[in-house]
């Protein structure tokens, strides 16, 4: 049977882990419901059929130690006034909210802390934004934060510190979900022994397909399943293939100059730096190899094989990430990962598990 042929329910449920599209509706120019650039609008995602969405609250850590909070609520209060006011989308905290958002049609908005620094090493910043509804936190983003390890750092801590374990303690003592998606092995690691509950890399790929710190060894993706968490897919190309994360890590070589120049006059200028980087990222790609949704398809495939296929789905990274797969541009094109699922073998039943019931069914476990 053809993908073309397969019964696919109208309501299958499409729910992705993680993107950064908050970061770029701070723009006052940029409309939520339509864009030309970007990954992720109202117009695409209807067209593509995404039904909930974790919204990550990214800041970047050159805000780090002192100026991240501010920030974060910024990227909030937009979410509020784009995306919540408008009635285009509900923050949702439970599964039984999200339920009632799909059932109004409306997009199940979950709200996630991309980076630990923006709690500034305060488990009572740490419960604030619990309050306010943000339900998980990547324990690091690129670098290492006061309490852990990131993936992209040098080892600071050897995984998490005597305050890192707090903070986890208390994540868990708050059912806030610890995302370690950018956390260095040895973070996982104390994870692990510090905690009891389910917890999720919410993007992050095998490291068997694509050997880079950044994603999961088969060890830790069966630890992740073995206490029923999950795992999110990044679409990332750099990511998804090692061949295309090394032809940017020599364009990051070939720039690395020319952005410290960049940077001299205004070092201490987060906003500065921080825009500087971006600009920086999108060269970074430039001239790289490209995927398609089988590249995608193959680290599902190995995530499955090894944590089984319950604890597998999407984690785009998309408005994240300044290239894609070919087919996979933006949140339009899921039809394209459903129809590439069904061909590589997949039933329908295990088609809904990737594309959104494993992952509601692991917040399940964190409803009140």
Not at 44 to 69: C, D, E, M, T, W
Request: hydrophobic share 40%.
């Amino acid at each position: 049977m053809t993908a073309q042929n397969r019964k696919f329910p109208q309501d299958l449920l499409v729910f992705d882990a993680h993107c950064d599209t908050v970061h770029d509706l701070v723009d006052p120019s940029i409309d939520f419901r339509k864009r030309n650039q970007g990954h992720v609008d109202l117009e695409k995602i209807q067209k593509g059929g995404l039904k909930a969405q974790i919204f990550a609250l990214y800041v970047n850590p050159v805000y780090a130690p002192h100026r991240s909070i501010k920030k974060a609520l910024l990227l909030y209060h937009t979410l509020e006034k784009k995306i919540f006011s408008p009635g285009y989308g509900i923050k949702v905290t439970s599964t039984a909210e999200m339920d009632s958002a799909v059932r109004k049609n409306k997009l199940a908005c979950w709200l996630s802390l991309e980076g630990g620094h923006i709690i500034e090493n305060s488990v009572e910043i740490l419960e604030f934004f619990s309050s306010l509804g943000i339900r998980s936190m990547t324990l690091t983003h690129m670098k290492n934060t006061d309490w852990a390890d990131s993936s992209a750092d040098s080892p600071r801590w050897d995984g998490l510190n005597a305050l890192g374990k707090k903070i986890v303690a208390r994540m868990q003592e708050l059912h806030m979900i610890i995302d370690v998606s950018h956390a260095s092995d040895k973070t996982v690691e104390d994870v692990l022994n510090v905690t009891t509950a389910p917890f999720m890399a919410s993007h992050s790929n095998a490291r068997a397909l694509c050997d880079i710190p950044r994603n999961l060894p088969d060890d830790i993706i069966k630890e992740i399943a073995d206490r029923n968490g999950y795992i999110g897919v990044n679409f990332f190309p750099v990511f998804l293939k090692k061949t295309i994360f090394d032809q940017v890590s020599t364009n990051v070589q070939k720039y690395e100059h020319q952005h410290q120049e960049m940077l001299q006059q205004k070092r201490n200028d987060p906003d500065f730096v921080s825009k500087a980087e971006s600009e920086l990222f999108e060269k970074y790609v430039k001239g790289s190899d490209n995927v398609d949704v089988n590249v995608v398809i193959d680290h599902i495939d190995h995530i499955s094989d090894i944590g089984g296929i319950d604890c597998v789905g999407l984690g785009s990274d998309f408005d994240g990430i300044n290239s894609t797969p070919t087919d996979l541009t933006d949140v339009s094109c899921y039809p394209v990962l459903t129809e590439g699922l069904a061909l590589r073998g997949y039933s329908a039943k295990e088609i809904q598990k990737i594309m959104g019931l494993n992952l509601f069914h692991f917040l399940k476990q964190f409803d009140p």
